[in-house]
């Protein structure tokens, strides 16, 4: 181990930490971790010493010094109107944003991070109440590791600042790349953001865990077409070999059971390095669900909505209206094309079951996906509803169990 004497040697340090962010308690590599994260921020403290100035001064500042304007930072901070209120001082830098101007404008994350107000004073629009994400629920999850498995809701609480950002590190979920989720995130108590933001974190832990050896490779409309027709294949065999047929191009698919206050079915989240990951909640056992949520989400991965946003918030994120429905055409287009489920099908409140199979057979794909799509186009979820698959999910993974 040496000392880090030049620029090359600071990003040879960096690289290793990266790579030694998942080593086990107690190894030598942790050792290692903490040696080389002295090592950084010691040359930090020399080569970038932190003005002793406001995070948005800070950054007018490094683009001053690199001639640069304020459509510049667009890239790095999303809108517009959100560069204005930034570099004005009306709006925070989100953890996001920090990791991402730290990442391009090599600015130490520190000197991004403003001052935390005392804690009786107000906080509007302030940093990131750690507090506020559903702790407890994560620790039974162990996501904080086993020594927190079962600590209490105080004593989370008291940590949060040090867990959660911990473990958004060991997930490696890139946060300038924002998820594509099959609900928008609104608040209330019906979908808690930061429930969300947990299922998301969740969703990227395990697929790094997943450690998959296969390059990422982009997929295509003819890849999620042979997706759909996996679906003929039956319960067991079509979605094994869905999950397989991703998982062989590099897209890693976790269940994560949703969490206390959300209605999540599915999202997609990248990992540093633009790996993405396609997580199922299954919170509705039915293989109808099943299918349109894994073919949206891959949708999404089709089409690039997962790769050429900007996250404009860390909590506060858009819903992409014009993504989603996009991304419902295209599911559409390759399982039954609209014209030719039109004209079979009319009137949906009036559709047969031998019509549908019918469907099925012509298109090569399982009649829960026709049943599935014509109950929504019906808005009416009793219709045919023995003939969506229910119940025989789940249990193709061993260990799940629905959130209390």
Same mark, same amino acid.
């Given at each position: ?6 620029? $090359?040697?600071?990003?040879? /340090? ?5 790579? !030694? ?11 290692? @971790? ?5 090592? +950084? ?9 932190? =003005?002793?100035?406001?995070? #948005? &001064?800070?950054?007018?500042?490094? %683009? ?22 930034? @570099?004005?001082?009306?709006?925070? @830098? ?11 404008? #090599?600015? =130490?994350?520190? /000197? ?35 020594? #927190? ?7 989370? $609480?008291?940590? /949060? ?35 969300? %933001? ?18 990422? *490779? ?6 999620? *077409?042979? @997706?759909?027709? %996996? ?12 999950? $397989?047929? !991703? ?21 997609? +989240?990248?990992?540093?390095?633009? *790996? =993405? ?19 949206? &989400?891959?949708? #999404? ?96 993974? =061993? ?6």
């Amino acid at each position: 181990m040496k000392p880090i004497r030049d620029e $090359a040697g600071y990003e040879a /340090a960096l690289a290793r930490i990266g790579a !030694l962010m998942s080593a086990p308690e107690g190894s030598p590599e942790v050792d290692e @971790l903490e040696v080389l994260s002295i090592l +950084v921020e010691k040359y930090e403290e020399e080569t970038y010493p932190i =003005p002793e100035a406001a995070a #948005h &001064e800070v950054l007018k500042l490094v %683009m001053e010094e690199n001639d640069l304007a304020p459509r510049d930072m667009i890239p790095f901070l999303g809108s517009p109107s959100t560069v204005s209120k930034v @570099l004005n001082g009306k709006r925070e @830098l989100t953890p996001a944003q920090i990791r991402t101007l730290s990442k391009h404008l #090599h600015i =130490p994350v520190a /000197a991004l991070f403003s001052e935390a107000p005392e804690p009786d004073e107000p906080t509007p629009g302030g940093g990131v109440d750690w507090s506020a994400f559903p702790l407890v629920e994560m620790s039974r999850r162990a996501l904080f590791g086993v020594e #927190h498995l079962r600590a209490t809701a105080r004593g989370l $609480a008291e940590r /949060a600042a040090e867990v959660i950002p911990a473990l958004i590190g060991t997930a490696r979920l890139d946060f300038a790349c924002p998820p594509r989720l099959r609900q928008g995130i609104k608040t209330g108590p019906a979908s808690d953001p930061f429930a969300v %933001m947990a299922w998301l974190i969740e969703v990227a832990k395990r697929g790094q865990e997943r450690g998959s050896q296969v390059p990422y *490779r982009a997929l295509s409309r003819q890849d999620l *077409r042979t @997706l759909a027709t %996996m679906s003929k294949l039956g319960s067991a065999d079509g979605i094994k070999g869905a999950i $397989a047929f !991703l998982e062989d191009r590099g897209v890693p698919v976790v269940i994560v059971r949703h969490y206390k206050k959300t209605k999540i079915d599915g999202g997609v +989240v990248v990992l540093d390095g633009g *790996r =993405p990951v396609i997580g199922l909640s299954l919170r509705h056992d039915k293989v109808d669900s099943f299918w349109f949520t894994l073919l949206h &989400e891959a949708a #999404h991965i089709v089409l690039g909505h997962v790769s050429d946003y900007v996250a404009d918030e860390f909590l506060d994120m858009e819903s992409y209206g014009e993504d989603e429905r996009a991304a419902n055409a295209l599911v559409e287009d390759v399982t039954i094309p609209s014209a030719s489920f039109n004209a079979a099908i009319p009137n949906p409140a009036q559709a047969t079951l031998s019509i549908m199979f019918g469907l099925a057979q012509q298109f090569d794909i399982a009649l829960p996906i026709v049943v599935g799509r014509v109950q929504f186009k019906a808005n009416d979820y009793r219709k045919f509803s023995k003939y969506v698959g229910r119940n025989v999910v789940r249990r193709l993974f =061993p260990g799940y169990e629905p959130a209390a």
